[in-house]
């Protein structure tokens, strides 16, 4: 018995780039960005010695490198009680979660970047596993952050420069 499906072939110059610009179409309308910070999953990052504050500069350095000449100054309270919802829209967000499990060598991480405007939410998602020692954790951590900081900019400033 043979039995026929239809398949769709798309060609990528024509129907993927036009998925992309629809899902990242609010990079365009974002000015500036308002918060970019690290944020743990469960207590095992810190208790294998990796640390917050030190991880959020971090990535706000990375940021500053990538997305040179792009403006990042953190919301005040005051920013937030403001901020009527068509100013949620001009306003970026980068969030990177860690999430490690184990005491003992080897340890398993979880690391996710998500980022986007403050009114469509996270339009841009990138997850990774890793696995490394306790000695190495810190090391793999910011090597797949800066991977991941990277790659965010590269399709941040492509989708605001097509036309």
Known sequence: MLIALPSFVFAESDVLPQLDRNKYSSFKTIESFKIIKCIFRGNGAEKNGLIKEDLTDFIRLKFENN?????????????????????????GQVWVYVWVVGTDSPLACHISLKAGSFDEGDQYTEA????????????????????????????????????
């Open 67 to 91: 997305m040179a000449g792009f403006p990042y100054k953190e919301m005040t309270d005051f920013e937030r009680q403001v901020m009527t919802r068509n100013k949620f829209s001009a306003k």
């Open 128 to 163: 990774v596993l890793g696995v490394a020692s306790k000695e190495h954790l810190s090391r793999l951590v910011k090597y797949h952050i800066n991977q991941m900081i990277e790659r965010f900019a590269v399709k941040f400033y492509e989708v605001r420069n097509e036309s």
